[in-house]
């Protein structure tokens, strides 16, 4: 069995329109050092056996929009 | 007569207002078609309806936009017929890859219910010919903010698939009329050869004068068409 976290980010062009919120509400709370927020998601599922061509697959297929988003992930195996 | 079949997904919560303007406003037959379905044989044209299909988890219209029935809207669209999806509609489009882009939490960070006003770009296709003025139709949308690569955009204002702009009442383009911050003020885009319309804007619901506006018509009155190779 493997612990598989998928990591997906928008792409570093795109405008995070959530992101520049909480920005806005960390600064307000005093965090001045703080210049940009980006949210992404994380993704983590079991899967056995664990192939990386097939997380892949599920990446390409579903889990990450090329147009919008790149994605990373890692696999622990128990 | 044309036979239009309104896609239900579970979470959509348009296909009614489709389903009526469609039936009642355009005259035409009109059936519901489960998402789960893999056939749209005896169908002329296809309404994807707006909403949160399931709750716009993953992203908005990810899951929908691989739901059985798309391989065969798919199909659809590549025969020419006329497809239309409106605001989640368009965004299942566009995860299906029928359309290019994908639209983005909007840029104000606010979900944005409210007349807008929608200039047709193109003027060719079996949606926006004849529209000459500014229509008013409704949006209401949280994640409505076009985007696309600068080489895709490039492609569609060269292949004149920009249907729609977002301008003011005047069809005047303006940083207040772009509704939620899309690339180039899009409201709607063709695929190439025209017959599939994405748009974020609804004109399901203003397909009648008693209900606010009936500009939408202009819209949907494409429906009507009866394509070559049926």
């Not at chain 2, 005259?27 to 044209?45: K, M, N, P, Q, R």
């Amino acid at each position: 069995m493997a612990t598989v976290r998928v990591y997906v980010t928008l792409k570093p062009s795109l405008l995070d329109s959530a992101g520049r919120t909480v920005a806005g509400a960390l600064q307000k709370l005093g965090f001045d050092e703080l210049s940009d927020v980006r949210i992404g998601k994380m993704i983590e599922m079991q899967v056995e056996p664990y192939s990386e061509a097939r997380v892949k697959e599920m990446c390409d297929k579903l889990l990450a929009n090329p147009v919008i988003e790149n994605y990373r992930f890692e696999a622990v195996t128990a | 007569m044309n036979r239009v079949a309104v896609i239900r997904f579970p979470g959509a919560n348009c296909d009614q207002d489709a389903f009526h303007a469609v039936r009642d406003d355009l005259g035409l037959e009109c059936h519901y078609v489960w998402h789960e379905d893999t056939s749209l044989s005896g169908f002329e044209a296809v309404f994807l309806p707006g909403g949160f299909t399931y709750g716009d988890y993953l992203r908005c219209g990810a899951i929908a936009g691989r739901a059985p029935i798309m391989d065969e809207v798919k199909r659809f669209a590549d025969e020419g017929r006329p497809v239309i999806g409106a605001c989640n509609g368009f965004q299942i489009l566009c995860e299906a890859q029928i359309l290019p882009g994908a639209l983005l939490l909007n840029a104000q960070e606010k979900f944005v219910c409210k007349y807008v006003h929608i200039r047709a770009e193109n003027r060719q296709s079996i949606w926006t010919r004849g529209v000459e003025k500014p229509l008013r139709i409704p949006v209401a949308h949280g994640e409505g903010r076009y985007v696309v690569d600068p080489e895709t955009l490039a492609r569609l204002e060269d292949e004149d698939r920009v249907a729609f702009r977002y301008v003011d009442s005047n069809g005047e383009l303006s940083d207040n009329s772009n509704v939620n911050g899309s690339v180039s003020a899009i409201a709607g885009v063709l695929n190439k050869n025209g017959n599939v319309l994405g748009l974020m804007p609804h004109p399901e619901r203003a397909a009648r004068a008693s209900l606010g506006s009936a500009d939408g018509l202009q819209i949907l009155n494409a429906l009507k068409l009866v394509t070559a190779n049926h």
